[in-house]
């Protein structure tokens, strides 16, 4: 059989791929990241008084937070899964949320004594809390880049790298259960510095697992 017509055969028995497999799969991965997080969580480190948390607009603010970061991380994630997509939305998305509390954290420290700008930018768990996220997102980092692997992902730091934001973000929402660091700065600060934890972590073995 000649190679032309090898290709026509093949072509003919092709079905079109899902148009929503992708994000499907990973809404999924996310879903099963944040029970998994939790199921470590609750034993390791507990839950805070939740009717108080919810009654507090600071746990609202990290969790809006967290949750923009994972949103762009899921965004740039699903694009970077196919060959040759762009990927800018998800970027604007996660800059926006930062921008934000930036600004928010501002205008908080500018009303503080140097005293109360300490105390709000390290709070009482500064050393532990990136650690924490890092760890709580390892388990759905592994399960995203294994979801990954099914795809065509052209560029593999870069697509693991997305996909430690992305469950970097679920990891700290979960986490916000526990955490109750109030400060926008700290949130800025320490909250950041765990999704970062998991974005590097995610580049670097997004760079071994995603290649080809």
């Not at 497999?21 to 969580?41: C, G, K, N, S, Y």
């Not at 980092?141 to 997305?162: E, Q």
């Not at 259960?177 to 765990?194: I, P, Q, R």
């Amino acid at each position: 059989m000649k190679t032309d017509d090898l290709i026509a055969v093949m072509a003919n028995d092709a079905k079109p791929a899902a148009r929503f497999a992708i994000p499907r799969r990973l809404l999924l991965v996310a879903a099963a990241t944040a029970l998994a997080a939790l199921a470590v969580l609750v034993p390791w480190l507990g839950l805070r008084d939740m009717g108080q948390a919810v009654a507090d607009s600071s746990y609202w603010m990290k969790t809006v937070y967290t949750a923009a970061l994972g949103l762009g991380g899921f965004l740039l994630t699903e694009r970077l899964a196919r060959p040759g997509s762009r990927s800018g939305r998800g970027a604007f998305v996660a800059l926006a949320g930062i921008l934000v509390l930036a600004a928010i954290a501002v205008a908080q420290l500018a009303s503080l004594s140097s005293a109360e700008i300490s105390a709000a930018l390290l709070g009482s768990t500064w050393d532990t809390c990136p650690w924490r996220i890092g760890l709580l997102a390892l388990p759905g980092l592994l399960a995203v880049l294994l979801v990954m692997r099914r795809f065509a992902p052209t560029r593999a730091a870069l697509a693991g790298a997305a996909a430690g934001l992305f469950v970097g973000g679920v990891a700290a929402t979960v986490y916000g259960l526990h955490c109750a660091e109030t400060s926008a700065a700290f949130t800025l600060f320490w909250y950041t510095a765990g999704i970062a934890l998991s974005t590097i972590a995610g580049a670097l073995a997004g760079w071994r697992i995603l290649r080809w």
